[in-house]
């Protein structure tokens, strides 16, 4: 026997949701830039403990904001 049971949409729940599969892409997103830039920026040097504009660079990105209260 298969008991049915309708979902109830829950705007206050898909707004959390929303907010937090952005955040998580924005993490992705930014982790998958700096590891761009870090390889680029690897190539043209020998040492990677000559240059500190990669650290400085990658301590200036802003984290995702926060999910929104509930």
């Known amino acids: 026997r298969k ?11 898909e707004k959390t949701a929303k907010a937090n599969r ?3 892409r924005l993490t992705r997103e930014s982790a998958r830039l700096a590891g761009v830039t870090q ?4 190539e043209g040097v020998s040492s ?3 240059s500190d504009d990669k ?7 802003n984290p995702p ?6």
């Open 22 to 24: 952005k955040a998580a």
């Open 48 to 50: 990677p403990h000559t």
């Open 65 to 70: 904001p926060p999910p929104p209260p509930r």
């Open 3 to 13: 008991v049915v049971r309708k979902l109830h949409f829950d705007p206050e729940i």
């Open 39 to 42: 390889e680029t920026s690897e």
């Open 55 to 61: 650290t400085n660079s990658m301590a200036e990105v």
